[in-house]
């Protein structure tokens, strides 16, 4: 009888951690679907130019979005994933009033920077400042429901979003600035956002924001570095690329990154759910923990690699029909774009036994030489052979990079090994 019911109760943990996959991919592709009819109604109703300042305002909120998750949901996710219910509605509290804090904070300054800026710019900035609060606030609400395992409910949070912004969105054409497409787009995410406190019964504990800060210090401020780190390497690529070759770069290195936009969106809808994933394995059997984490990045890199194999065999009418013009300058760098996301994808499976362990260090260390060699990549490759070069020498950083995550994950393991289970010590007669 033994072994029938654990059986049974190991095939019930995999439909359960199935189930949990299920909604986190669910939920960013509602979340991915609404930020892609965003763009493009925007850059519909208002043009080029204006889209480019709505486009400043839009990484913006990047930024504040890893600071945010850097302090805030990152630690809870880490330590608050899988633990009893008391326990999870203590930490969401701090957590998501820690966000809010966040939010209010950074917002201030965007104000600050608006009515410093004047214009559209300015205006689209001192909007940013306005809702900032709500956005970030809604943010944690899902990485709240997928600590606690409840994926559907951040599901349900997303699609009141992208249900709430199409009346908001239809208003801001109407008024034509991007400063109501600003205030729209964070109205709705308002919407969302209160619709959270109802979900959970929770409300946010701005008074306790310090508190969680100061309890959580020594993983929050490293994540925060390796979140901003991330969006800054990416960023600086970018620049740079502009600079040494010309902005037509960027424009086909952006398309590239559109041909593996479905794949791209898989990864981030894994990212909401691995971490809590590995928190639960650590917990419930440490000694796997590392093939967890091969299975993951393995799986997604097999992944991306078939995807690019795919779009290989695209016949070039269909993909003018999708991106024009860029389609020929795009397709030439499928292959080392695609071996980018495979490297990054691997990478992600040591990334998340990272930090399930809390080697926050480690994790760090990892993130910053990551980063790094994806600048030297780019740019060096930019420098020694244009485009092509750039997207060759980001692939090779990123697998570099990858095979460091791993390294420390293996060192991290045996660490964690030792310190619950050290070796005896041998007394010689």
């Known amino acids: 009888m033994t072994p029938m019911t654990t059986e049974g109760e190991k095939r019930s943990a995999k439909r359960a951690l199935a189930g949990r996959l299920s909604w986190g991919l669910a939920d960013q592709a509602a979340s991915s679907i609404s930020n892609f009819a965003v763009g493009i109604y925007v850059a519909r109703s208002l043009g080029v130019t204006a889209f480019g300042v709505f486009s400043l305002a839009w990484l913006t909120y990047g930024v504040a979005l890893n600071v945010a998750r850097g302090l805030a949901t990152d630690p809870l996710v880490v330590r608050f994933s899988g633990v009893p219910d008391a326990s ?51 943010d944690a609400w ?44 964070g109205a709705s995410a308002a919407v969302a956002a209160v619709y ?71 990864l981030m809808g894994l990212s909401l759910v691995t971490v809590a994933e590995a928190a639960r394995v ?26 690019g ?22 397709s030439a760098l499928i292959v080392p774009a695609t071996l980018g996301v495979a490297g990054a994808g691997l990478g992600t499976g040591a990334a998340a036994g990272l930090r399930a362990l809390g080697a926050a260090r480690r994790s760090l260390r990892s993130q910053l030489f990551g980063s790094a060699c994806y600048v030297i990549g780019g740019l060096g490759g930019a ?18 990079g990858s095979a460091v995550w791993w390294l420390h994950l293996r060192i991290a393991l045996r660490e964690h090994q030792h310190q619950h289970h050290p070796i005896p010590e041998v007394r010689t007669s």
């Open 282 to 307: 650590l917990r419930r059997a440490p000694d796997r923990l590392g093939k967890f984490c091969l299975l993951l990045g393995g799986g997604q890199a097999v992944a991306a690699l078939l995807w």
């Open 88 to 138: 999870w509605r203590s930490a969401t509290a701090r957590s998501s009033g820690a966000a809010l804090g966040v939010g209010t904070a950074l917002g201030a300054v965007c104000l600050l920077v608006g009515l410093g800026l004047g214009g559209r710019v300015g205006s689209a900035f001192g909007c940013l400042g306005v809702v900032l609060p709500a956005l970030l606030l809604q």
């Open 383 to 400: 420098a020694v052979a244009g485009t092509a070069g750039s997207a060759w020498g980001v692939a090779a950083a990123t697998v570099s």
């Open 142 to 185: 899902r990485f709240a429901f997928f600590a606690a395992g409840t994926g559907r409910k951040a599901f349900a949070n997303d699609l009141v979003w992208g249900v709430a912004l199409v009346p908001a969105m239809v208003v801001a054409a109407r008024v034509g600035t991007v400063a109501a497409f600003v205030l729209a787009w």
């Open 309 to 330: 194999a795919a779009l290989l065999l695209v016949p070039d009418r269909f993909g003018e029909l999708v991106l024009g013009g860029v389609w020929h300058s795009a």
């Open 196 to 266: 959270g406190c109802f979900q959970s019964g929770i409300r946010p504990r701005t008074t306790r924001a310090r508190e969680w800060l100061r309890e959580h210090r020594d993983l929050g401020y490293r994540y925060l570095v390796e979140n901003v780190s991330l969006s800054g390497a990416s960023q600086l690529r970018a620049y740079g690329l502009g600079a040494i070759v010309g902005v037509g770069a960027v424009g086909a290195v952006r398309g590239a990154e559109l041909l593996l936009g479905p794949f791209l969106a898989l």
